[in-house]
């Protein structure tokens, strides 16, 4: 069975530009977490969904942020316009509930 | 002082030696994650529980409810090991992960 699927792996960008990550659970899970990740430092959560209802955005910059989960099963996210600030990595989560954790590959994300 | 505080920060070990990593936390929680992560790599869930004990392979967690504590014990442990090992818990009824600043472990030959 295949894992989360995340795209691009790497992303380099000019600030100001946008860019969409996209992510494809585990078949079942209806629980996606979107995730940024500084280097040295813990995974922060910015939006958690529950099926296709975003029930935990409170860390989300939704200024520039934004994410979908259409049909509750892949997820976008996107940042628009981005800043230097942005750079880390965004990991892509599924869970049935609040079952065991699994994790995409990430997608690193380079503001320049 | 955050909520979930793990020991060591750094950790550095000879191949074979036995390891512990400790995980304390300051909320009620309903259940624990440890996870691995690779320079470079994705997050790998080694073990979730909210009582007890599991083991898996080398790998052993442990935690105590009471306590507020939960470690991870690397038997054996081998290069491959190296990594940084995350301590995670759900807090309250909502599906809310709260992480530690986790622990890199460098083990050497």
């Known amino acids: 069975e295949a894992g989360v699927v995340q795209s691009p792996r790497y992303k380099i960008i000019e600030k100001k530009q946008p860019v969409a990550f996209w992510c494809n659970p585990i078949s079942g899970h209806n629980t996606l977490y979107w995730y940024g990740q500084n280097l040295g430092q813990g995974p922060e959560l910015l939006i958690r969904?529950?099926?296709?209802?975003?029930?935990?955005d409170s860390q989300l910059p939704k200024d520039r942020f934004s994410a979908e989960r259409l049909k509750g099963v892949d997820s976008t996210l996107k940042i628009q316009p981005a800043e230097l600030g942005d750079s880390a990595v965004y990991l892509c989560?599924?869970?049935?509930?609040?079952?065991?954790?699994?994790f995409g590959s990430g997608t690193q994300l380079s503001v320049l | 002082k955050n909520e979930v505080e793990q020991s060591p920060q750094n950790l550095t070990a000879q191949e074979g030696e036995f390891i512990t990593i400790n995980c304390s936390y300051s909320v009620g929680i309903s259940a624990l994650h440890w996870l691995q992560q690779h320079p470079g790599g994705g997050i790998v869930s080694l073990f979730m529980l909210s009582s007890g004990k599991k083991k898996h392979g080398r790998l052993i967690a442990t935690i105590n409810i009471q306590e507020k504590h939960s470690s991870l014990h690397i038997t054996a442990s081998h290069p491959r090991d190296s990594a940084v090992y995350i301590c995670a818990v759900y807090t309250g009824t909502a599906s809310k992960l709260t992480f530690g600043t986790g622990t890199r472990l460098q083990v050497t030959l």
């Open positions: 989560a599924s869970s049935i509930s609040r079952g065991k954790l699994f």
């Open positions: 969904y529950e099926n296709e209802e975003a029930v935990d």
